[in-house]
């Protein structure tokens, strides 16, 4: 009886456990009904995606230096086990001696691919959406994360850091389009943007610690399985919740502008310009810092590998407060890019005169809170720029956001040695901080494009014609349906001859419409 009694018992609560799993499903097929949910959670798909790429771009500074001495200690032991082979003891020497620059090319290696990939994924999602190639990008980054896990060898952990890049330039460019397609209005597009930029500065300062204590403790491949787990997990939802080989965006996207025109728009060239200037002292002194500080303050391990974390609490200070700020005055858009810029030229040149760790905290959370306030500005400006400008799909605009950042990663590593070798890390720093002050004035251009916001509303004018994005197609239409009337009056006012209304920058907001008016009307002529 007690047998029976328990069996039954156990039953129940299976079967309280399956309904229990069955209303959760439900809740959350309810959940992904509700657009604003939706894009919640496709938010936070985004944000793992980017706090991955950046983790996994950070992980190996700790790691790989050590990894690949001691892969070179081990050929030189089999070396001296083999004296007579002809020429293999200086082959080993010259290898030794070339470490630092392997290091400096495996680490370059990432934003190099990176940045020829990006105009060829830029192209692909404005042609194929947002989705897929978000599932394309994280699939790479696992491959390349496994990759790095089991590599022992300098060419495979090459292969793996510029697949890692190619999986990047798929996902990030997608994961950032897909935010400013979902976020629509400018005040949540910049909140939703500063988001993803907190993700991707805490990936980015939080990865040397996790990658350095993770190796240290449990070996090389742990922290690379972990972020592999994650980054499999990501997929998954992905797959679960944007479903994206449904097939129900693709028909309703229009033809997005050519990367190259929009690379030739003097708004989105300044953009770019400031995009890559400012990220400049931090991938240039991230290679350099920790040699520096060992050689003037002498500084401990724990304290060069924990040289960046502090900065990351001005990052997110930054974010936020630009995010308050830009949607109490979004005039200003540009002012705050500015400032920020001035504040990373003056952070980068008090960066020499530290003399202790504690001192050198202050700058770096300077360069750090700099760079939060001209990436949560201007990238939303890009967005805003392709919507009165171009066709509002993002794909291409976000690929050019990304070549601007690997532009100044791809020479960090690379450049940045060279530079304190001939000149001095002084000279290099003040030419930084230099660069960064004098690129500032150059955002003034923006202006006058930021102004045409408490105008007219971007957003009304992309209703009254044909849809432009992804986002808000059905809405569109039967906006579009309601006011066919009204939009023929208008018509017919256009083609009498009587003027729409063109803004400050020469740009008329009306143009298409009144051009399809007035073919419709020379039709009628003829």
């Avoid at 996902?171 to 939703?192: F, H, N, V």
């Avoid at 980015?204 to 742990?222: C, D, T």
């Avoid at 923006?446 to 916001?453: D, G, K």
Wanted: include cysteine; hydrophobic fraction near 45%; aromatic fraction near 10%.
């Amino acid at each position: 009886m007690n047998a029976e009694a328990g069996s039954a018992g156990l039953a129940r609560s299976a079967a309280d456990k399956l309904s229990e799993m069955g209303e959760r499903t439900k809740q959350l097929g309810a959940a992904m009904r509700d657009p604003q949910r939706q894009r919640r959670i496709i938010l936070v798909i985004v944000c793992v995606a980017l706090l991955l790429d950046n983790m996994l771009y950070m992980v190996i500074v700790p790691i790989i230096p050590d990894y690949l001495a001691e892969l070179e200690n081990e050929q030189a032991e089999h070396v001296h086990a083999l004296p007579h082979a002809n020429g293999t003891g200086a082959a080993a020497a010259g290898k030794s001696g070339n470490l630092d620059i392997q290091i400096g090319v495996l680490f370059a290696s990432k934003a190099i691919i990176q940045l020829l990939v990006n105009p060829l994924s830029g192209t692909f999602i404005d042609r194929v959406g947002y989705d897929v190639p978000l599932l394309i990008g994280l699939t790479v980054m696992f491959l390349s994360t496994c990759i790095f896990a089991f590599g022992e060898n300098y060419a495979t952990l090459f292969a793996a850091r510029s697949l890692q890049g190619l999986g990047s330039a798929f996902a990030d460019t997608s994961g950032l389009a897909m935010i400013a397609d979902k976020y629509t209005e400018e005040a949540e597009r910049s909140r939703a943007l500063g988001i993803a930029l907190a993700f991707i500065s805490f990936g980015s300062l939080v990865a040397p610690p996790f990658g350095g204590v993770l190796y240290e403790f449990a070996g090389k491949r742990v922290p690379f399985l972990v972020l592999a787990f994650v980054c499999l997990v990501d997929g998954f939802l992905v797959l679960a919740v944007i479903r994206p080989f449904s097939g129900g965006t693709r028909p309703n996207m229009p033809v997005g502008t050519p990367i190259y025109r929009l690379m030739v728009d003097p708004y989105i060239a300044v953009v770019a310009g400031a995009l890559t200037v400012c990220n400049i002292p931090l991938a240039f002194l991230e290679p350099t810092i920790a040699n520096w500080m060992e050689s003037t303050m002498h500084a401990t391990q724990w304290q060069m590998g924990l040289t960046w974390l502090p900065a990351f609490f001005p990052h997110v200070l930054g974010v936020y407060i630009t995010v308050k700020l830009a949607a109490r005055h979004p005039n200003l858009q540009w002012f705050y890019g500015a400032l920020g810029m001035v504040i990373i030229g003056a952070s980068s040149c008090t960066v020499p005169a530290c003399k202790s760790f504690g001192q050198l905290i202050a700058p770096l959370c300077g360069i750090c809170f700099g760079i939060a306030l001209v990436d949560t500005a201007l990238l939303p400006t890009l967005a805003f720029l392709v919507d009165v400008r171009h066709v509002s799909v993002y794909g291409s605009v976000y690929a050019i956001a990304d070549i601007s950042y690997s532009v100044a990663y791809a020479m960090g590593p690379v450049v940045a040695g060279q530079i304190v070798h001939y000149l001095g890390f002084v000279q290099l720093n003040l030419g930084m901080g230099l660069v960064n002050v004098l690129y500032a004035p150059a955002l003034l251009l923006l202006r006058n494009v930021c102004q045409m916001r408490p105008s007219y509303s971007e957003r009304d004018t992309l209703l009254e014609e044909p849809p432009q994005g992804l986002y808000d197609t059905i809405r569109m239409e039967e906006r579009r349906a309601k006011k066919k009337k009204k939009k023929n009056q208008n018509d017919d006012y256009s083609s009498a001859g009587n003027r729409l209304p063109v803004d400050e920058n020469g740009f008329d907001a009306f143009k298409g419409r009144r051009s399809q008016s007035e073919e419709s009307s020379g039709a009628e002529f003829t």
